[in-house]
């Protein structure tokens, strides 16, 4: 483990955050003693909001895996990679949404990709830190198996102590990281020095389970499948906890902590200590267990959310390490700290935090990535450096800000709507029109000696110039009114891209445009026939109202080879060079700020 490097950190914790005011509401049936275990299990575990994937009437809106998936890929946006780039999946849940398949194979169908290894580790808490041994990511959702969406039990079948904790503790929630095996070229790594998982099992019954009571042993005949409630219905899923067993877990990770600090794996000096613990209570205990044992642990360094996130168990410990991020500096290391009250078992993990490497080097991934491909690795320079790597930096920045436009999200996921791809090709329109005389524009600019750029702008501008009517084509085939398209003003992401691209296309020969086609024919290469194939998945749209996607993902591959002959011609000097890679990065983030901008017109 000593090369593998956490190099992206996600996570995803679904709708608004809910006070304690609100989940009485939702939790308390009206009787004293509902109201009394409500509030003691708010006074002990000390969460002030949590996040929940039900609403107030316990309706499900989004499964297990949908939170999974945005999680990953919130990782792989920090990352700035595409889902392509996966080739392991290893998740970590306690619940899935299903029995079988596997919960990764779920996972990987929502979030797409390309052919990778699986893994699917099940337990509670201590899952995800099985899967991030595995290798990659891990994910958790808790609260649709705790029964009855925020009803009340009936009056004479009082919900038992264990089950009626849990729901007024657990959270919704996802996290995920990558991992890689060396550093990322940009931002902060996470390397991972040691890992140490261990069940004792073989010495603790059941705490903390589903489809048993906990601190029984199953029988045949006795399991959640044998078992039925009084409506006929099987009653597995609830999840239960031996309450009166936790002490014990508190002891079993003091000693085993206490042997790693003598083996001289944990250094009590560490800077961050994540540990992951139900309720805040249980934090007095441990702290206190820990000087018992003859460690002085320093509070300040000891970092939780769970006030505001909540328990999301299994996901917990990735979604405080997305957390505490901005605190963390060069050298620091982190411990993460994982109790597991399933059938007792502890995970502990170090991390070293690296400094990101200066010049923003691209990685192999995003050199393959890059719509220039191997191009960007090629020159005297050597493999990424110079222009042509900043070009796949910029790239994979381009992917990231993408991923996390709320439209992009949701035609990757899945849960676009036909009024969000109206929308789309609403806002898109006058950034299509105006590209065709911009381009004009650079033709005209360009003098004598860059005769040759001339020429291939003046042909792509005939090749633009009547894109909008495929556009709007499209916007009247999937239910839009034509006339829209008239009145409809540019969004702000649209406004400033256009400006911006107009006051380029304007100076005497304008080579840094290069950098504009770029971004924007690599999206058509690289992006668009993947948006037209999941819109048509998921929205059921015909050919012919996904035809301006079509076409540029057709037509941009043979625009983009025109460019990457001028990018790696060699006629262009270092300066222009710096120039193009430069105006990549602004149109890059210009566009992006188009797409965000959906969402707010």
Request: aromatic share 6%.
């Amino acid at each position: 483990m000593a090369e593998a490097y956490i190099t992206g950190i996600g996570a995803y914790l679904p709708g608004e955050p809910v006070d304690n005011e609100q989940l009485m509401a939702r939790l308390a049936d009206g009787t004293t003693r509902s109201a009394r275990l409500g509030r003691q299990a708010l006074a002990a575990n000390g969460i002030r909001t949590r996040h929940y994937a039900v609403d107030d009437r316990g309706r499900t809106l989004m499964l297990n895996e949908e939170l999974a998936a945005k999680a990953a890929r919130q990782a792989l946006a920090d990352r700035g990679l595409p889902v392509s780039a996966v080739r392991m999946l290893a998740t970590g849940t306690t619940q899935g949404d299903v029995l079988v398949p596997g919960f990764a194979s779920m996972v990987h169908g929502r979030l797409g990709g390309g052919p990778m290894e699986l893994l699917s580790a099940a337990g509670v808490c201590a899952s995800s830190m099985a899967a991030l041994k595995a290798a990659v990511t891990a994910v958790r959702l808790a609260s649709r198996s705790l029964a009855a969406g925020g009803t009340a039990c009936p009056a004479d079948n009082p919900e038992p102590l264990d089950a009626g904790f849990l729901r007024w503790t657990l959270s919704d929630g996802a996290g995920a990281v990558v991992v890689e095996p060396r550093p990322r070229p940009g931002g902060l790594s996470l390397r991972v020095d040691w890992m140490h998982l261990v069940s004792h099992a073989h010495e603790h019954a059941v705490c903390m389970g589903a489809g048993l009571t906990p601190g029984t042993t199953p029988q045949p005949g006795t399991t959640w499948q044998d078992q039925q409630d009084k409506q006929g219905q099987q009653d597995g899923p609830r999840l239960r906890q031996d309450m009166s067993a936790l002490p014990a877990l508190i002891d079993l990770g003091v000693a085993e902590y206490t042997a790693l600090v003598e083996a001289g794996r944990i250094d009590p000096g560490t800077e961050h200590v994540l540990c992951h613990y139900s309720a805040e209570h249980f934090r007095a205990r441990l702290i206190s267990r820990l000087r018992e044992a003859g460690h002085d642990p320093d509070e300040s360094r000891w970092f939780t959310n769970l006030a505001t996130a909540g328990n999301t168990g299994a996901a917990s410990i990735f979604v405080m390490l997305e957390a505490v991020r901005p605190r963390l500096r060069a050298g620091d290391r982190v411990l993460l700290v994982v109790p597991e009250s399933g059938r007792f078992t502890l995970a502990f993990a170090q991390l070293t935090c690296l400094e990101a490497e200066t010049g923003r080097r691209p990685s192999r991934a995003e050199l393959a990535a890059s719509p220039l491909g191997c191009s960007a690795g090629a020159g005297t320079e050597g493999a990424g450096t110079g222009a042509l790597g900043e070009l796949a930096v910029a790239w994979a920045d381009f992917q990231r800000m993408l991923s996390r436009a709320p439209i992009v999200a949701r035609i990757e996921d899945g849960t676009v709507t036909l009024d969000d791809y109206r929308r789309l090709l609403l806002n898109l329109r006058q950034q299509v029109v105006d590209g065709g005389r911009w381009i004009s524009l650079a033709a005209a600019s360009f003098s004598a000696g860059k005769f040759w750029l001339r020429s291939a702008a003046i042909q792509h501008a005939a090749a633009e110039h009547r894109d909008f009517q495929l556009l709007e084509h499209d916007y009247a085939a999937a239910g839009g009114d034509p006339r829209d398209m008239a009145v409809t003003p540019a969004n702000i992401g649209s406004a400033a891209l256009s400006a911006y691209m107009f006051h380029r296309a304007g100076q005497p020969d304008p080579v840094d445009l290069l950098g504009a086609m770029f971004v924007i024919e690599g999206l058509g290469a690289r992006n668009a026939a993947g948006w037209a194939d999941r819109l048509q998945l998921h929205l059921g749209l015909a050919d012919e109202q996904v035809s301006f996607l079509r076409y540029h993902a057709d037509g941009d591959d043979e625009h983009f080879e025109v460019l990457r002959s001028a990018l790696t011609s060699g006629l262009l000097d270092d300066a222009a060079m710096a120039a193009i890679a430069r105006t990549a990065r602004v149109v890059a983030r210009l566009y992006a700020l188009q797409l965000e901008e959906l969402d707010h017109v």
